[in-house]
């Protein structure tokens, strides 16, 4: 079964700009969770999405926003970006939700100059 | 904020010894799991323990749960040079209602030397 996959995997954009990250899970899972990983900050949960619908989030602002398509792909779009949103920014996957095992994809590492 | 911390920050150890982390929690827990991060195979789950059990095994791996002192610990014996990643503790937090996230400690850095 292929794993998590995601696009792109680096990204630099500019101060003020927007970007859209794409995960992919497993097949089968209809659970997607997004997490932003930076050394100051560590693992922190974005937000969950299940069939379609945003179930559990976490205290970001409302520049991060996300949605889940029927297939159970998913993207996170970031706008109006700051230089801390630099980070790794990791999706998982799961078949229960967001609070059991979690197959995590390869990330999106993003810098913003 | 971190709902689990893990301890040390840092361990370095000889291939074939033991090794064991720690990682403390704040509130109640449905269960606690543990995950690798290298820069070769990213952040891979390990195990998951509920907060009914007490002690769980997958392979070279043994994880403790106390939920009376809000501890868990992970051992790995006859380590190897691959186990080098970070490993981190992760568990379940509600914001007191129907909100709920997994929440990530800061990790342990674990070399194994050859």
């Known amino acids: 079964k292929a794993g998590v996959t995601q696009t792109p995997r680096y990204l630099i954009k500019t101060r003020g700009q927007q970007v859209t990250l794409s995960c992919s899970p497993i097949s089968g899972h209809r659970s997607v969770s997004w997490y932003q990983q930076t050394p100051g900050q560590g693992l922190q949960f974005l937000f969950e999405y299940f069939s379609e619908t945003q179930r559990n989030k976490g205290n970001f602002p409302g520049r991060f926003s996300g949605r889940q398509f029927s297939n159970s792909r998913s993207e996170m779009n970031v706008s109006t970006l700051e230089l801390g949103d630099s980070a790794l920014y990791l999706c998982a996957s799961s078949v229960g939700g967001s609070l059991g095992e979690q197959y995590f994809g390869p990330g999106t590492r993003l810098t913003v100059t | 904020s971190q709902q689990g911390e893990e301890d040390p920050q840092a361990l370095s150890i000889q291939e074939g010894e033991n090794a064991t982390m720690n990682c403390s929690y704040k509130t109640s827990i449905n269960n606690l799991q543990w995950y690798r991060q290298n820069s070769g195979r990213g952040l891979v789950h390990l195990i998951l323990i509920r907060s009914n059990e007490r002690e769980k095994h997958s392979g070279r791996l043994r994880v403790t749960l106390d939920t009376s002192k809000k501890s868990s610990s992970l051992l790995i014996t006859a380590s190897r040079a691959a186990d080098t990643a970070s490993y981190f503790c992760?568990?379940?937090?509600?914001?007191?209602?129907?909100?709920?996230?997994?929440?990530f400690g800061k990790g342990t850095l674990l070399t194994v030397n050859p």
């Open positions: 992760a568990t379940d937090e509600s914001d007191g209602g129907s909100n709920y996230k997994l929440t």
